[in-house]
């Protein structure tokens, strides 16, 4: 069992910046690789990003390319996502997913684990 707490959230004018944490329990927090999805009121939670439990390998989706970036401490058990360049429509509620099923993930059935989400509101 892993247990993920999201922090960091809040709101932020557009062009502006944040950082999400997330905080696993565990000692087995380096064998799962991690990712973050968001979901926007009325749409689908999609994938944002996602790194290795190596961190050999990140993805991001096409919306985010260039403005997020991904990292882990796995001394410290924790996930980060750096936003940059934020815009209206990165506002969501985003969410940290860790998985031992495969070696990254960009599908949500890829996770195994989820976080309760924290909220990102960049006003226009």
């Known amino acids: 069992q892993v247990r993920l707490v999201e922090s960091g959230g809040g709101l932020v004018q557009t062009g502006g910046s944040l950082r999400l944490s997330c905080a696993a329990n565990?000692?087995?927090?380096?064998?799962?690789?991690m990712g973050w999805f968001r979901q926007a009121p009325g749409k689908a939670r999609e994938f944002v990003a996602a790194?290795?439990?190596?961190?050999?390998?990140?993805y991001y989706a096409d919306s985010v390319k260039g403005r997020f970036t991904i990292s882990r401490d796995n001394a410290k058990n924790t996930v980060y996502l750096q936003m940059n360049s934020l815009k209206p429509e990165d506002t969501a509620v985003y969410y940290c997913?860790?998985?031992?099923?495969?070696?990254?993930?960009?599908?949500?059935?890829?996770?195994?684990?989820w976080g309760q989400g924290t909220q990102v509101t960049v006003s226009s």
């Open positions: 997913a860790a998985t031992n099923f495969v070696v990254i993930g960009t599908k949500e059935y890829n996770y195994r684990y």
């Open positions: 565990g000692r087995t927090f380096s064998s799962y690789a």
């Open positions: 790194i290795s439990r190596n961190t050999d390998s990140t």
